[in-house]
């Protein structure tokens, strides 16, 4: 009877565990070891049996990790969408993992990346101008009132500005490759792209700095 208990609870142990390339990915993703992982992975299929999130389940932890937050209205949303990648309404914890630690602890190319996906919201796999336009829209509505900054202009020239400095190749579409390479080049830049997916404080104060390159 002890045999067969003790076998059946091994049996489990190895139905559960995590696949060893997403142990792997994850362990170069978020930084933490292979006893954290697997710990997180048991407690989260404690939680959700299926091995699965649904959107509310997303957006009910995400602020718990990040409470809520009038600039960070939609954003759990649009996260939870760039890693449902089959459309199926649910993330598997390898891309819960994967989302959460790109916000608090990504590298700024991994986060530019993230946010490229984000913005990117016909799924073309380019920006076009009106795309950076609702970005510099968002920028300015989370700084307030901008006018009160000295040399802001008009969300329309600062997005022209923008997109100018991003599409380096002036084909009139801004690829990943671009969006990554200009904002890990330039602080400046790559502080008004992250805007809305970074926990600094002051990162409202970025629209008020010009970007680097141009006047």
Known sequence: ?????????HKEEEDVALPEEDLNELVTTTGLDVSELN????????DYPSGHLTKSQFKAIYQEFFPDDPKRK?????????????NDGTIDFREFMIALSLISKGTVRQKLALAFSLYDSNGDGVLSYAEILEVVKAMYHMAGDPIVCEDVPPAETFAKKLFTELDRNSDGNITIEEFTEVGSQDVTVA?????????????????????????
């Not at 792209?193 to 141009?214: F, Q, R, S, V, W």
């Open 1 to 9: 009877m002890g045999q067969c208990c003790s076998g059946e609870k």
């Open 39 to 46: 710990k997180y992975h048991k407690d989260f299929l404690k």
């Open 74 to 86: 939609n954003f759990a949303d649009k996260l939870f969408q760039t890693y449902d990648q089959n």
């Open 191 to 215: 502080n008004l792209l992250l805007a809305k997916i970074t926990e600094d404080e002051d990162d409202e104060e970025n629209i008020c700095t010009p970007t680097g390159n141009g006047t």
